[in-house]
């Protein structure tokens, strides 16, 4: 861990943005062996402008959500800068790719393209909220586990950054595993992945301090999760219901 400030927040961002650029290049790797064409390719490029747009818009909102108390200042015109969520990046890029999609007339899938990119991005990132140790709000509570960490005040915490760090990497793995048996339904492999996070981050932010606490004791974030899963999986179950040999599939 980090003890200054500066370098742990300097440290922090660099991982952040080394992340992203490698999630990018994945992203351009993956586009060219799925045979959907260039970045550079107006579909392509509307694609990446979607995502960044979408992305940096819903990881402020969701941290808003999370932290209303630093939205009540921002509010009252005292300035400070919002954190960030992963969990609002995914989603805001979701949104963000599908309007692009919908405003160049593309129908084809490109999320199972996205998904190691993302994992990989995330994970990276991942060991710079661990590097920032206490100045980072991705702690998890105090734990007497083997496995515990200190993170400079005396007090043994989940490392919940390693834990997300490994179930990202697990859920990429999880949702690209049959790979030739899901790429019969283009973009289920997305869609399981995105599920997934979302689901395990419904769980595992009940290890992390609760800063502001929503109905129920479950943070903004939590409560994200809980209704973007209930939107997205009667999704994930259609799509899944399309695969050549589930029992829907075969009825029809």
Same mark, same amino acid.
């Given at each position: 861990?980090?003890?200054?400030?500066a370098?742990?927040?300097?440290?922090?961002?660099a991982?952040? !943005?080394?992340?992203?650029?490698?999630?990018?290049?994945? !992203?351009?790797?993956?586009? @060219?062996a799925q045979?959907?064409?260039g970045?550079?390719q107006p579909?392509?490029?509307a694609?990446?402008v979607?995502?960044?747009?979408?992305a940096?818009? #819903?990881? %402020?909102?969701?941290?808003?959500?999370?932290?209303?108390? &630093?939205a *009540?200042?921002?509010?009252?015109? *005292?300035?400070?800068?919002?954190? *960030?969520s992963?969990?609002g990046?995914?989603?805001?890029?979701?949104?963000?790719?599908?309007?692009?999609?919908?405003?160049?007339?593309q129908?084809? @899938?490109?999320?199972? /393209?996205?998904? $190691?990119p993302?994992?990989?991005?995330?994970a990276?990132?991942?060991? #710079?909220?661990?590097?920032?140790g206490?100045?980072?709000?991705t !702690?998890?509570?105090?734990?007497?586990? +083997?496995w515990?960490?200190d993170?400079?005040?005396?007090?043994?915490?989940?490392?919940?950054?390693? !834990?997300?760090l490994?179930?990202v990497?697990?859920?990429?793995?999880?949702?690209?595993?049959?790979?030739?048996?899901?790429? /019969? &339904?283009p #973009?289920?492999?997305? %869609?399981?992945?995105? +599920?997934? =996070?979302?689901?395990w981050?419904?769980?595992?932010?009940?290890?992390?301090?609760?800063?502001?606490? =929503?109905?129920g #004791?479950?943070?903004?974030i939590? $409560?994200?999760?809980?209704?973007?899963? +209930?939107?997205?999986?009667?999704?994930?179950?259609?799509? $899944?219901?399309r695969?050549?040999?589930?029992? %829907? /599939?075969?009825? @029809?």
């Amino acid at each position: 861990m980090i003890d200054h400030p500066a370098t742990a927040a300097m440290a922090h961002t660099a991982l952040e !943005y080394a992340g992203m650029a490698i999630g990018v290049a994945l !992203y351009r790797q993956n586009r @060219s062996a799925q045979g959907l064409g260039g970045l550079t390719q107006p579909g392509g490029f509307a694609i990446i402008v979607g995502l960044l747009a979408g992305a940096g818009l #819903g990881n %402020k909102l969701v941290f808003l959500i999370e932290r209303p108390d &630093v939205a *009540q200042l921002l509010w009252a015109g *005292q300035w400070v800068w919002p954190g *960030q969520s992963i969990v609002g990046g995914l989603l805001g890029g979701l949104v963000g790719v599908e309007l692009a999609k919908a405003w160049t007339g593309q129908t084809r @899938s490109t999320g199972d /393209a996205m998904v $190691w990119p993302l994992a990989v991005g995330i994970a990276i990132g991942r060991v #710079g909220c661990f590097l920032a140790g206490l100045h980072d709000d991705t !702690y998890g509570l105090p734990t007497a586990r +083997a496995w515990a960490v200190d993170f400079g005040d005396g007090v043994p915490r989940h490392p919940t950054q390693l !834990y997300d760090l490994l179930a990202v990497l697990v859920l990429a793995w999880a949702a690209t595993a049959g790979h030739r048996r899901l790429a /019969a &339904v283009p #973009g289920l492999q997305f %869609k399981l992945f995105l +599920a997934g =996070y979302l689901a395990w981050r419904l769980l595992v932010d009940g290890l992390k301090p609760v800063r502001v606490p =929503y109905p129920g #004791g479950i943070s903004g974030i939590q $409560w994200a999760c809980a209704l973007a899963l +209930a939107l997205y999986l009667p999704v994930c179950m259609r799509a $899944w219901a399309r695969l050549p040999d589930s029992p %829907k /599939a075969a009825a @029809s």
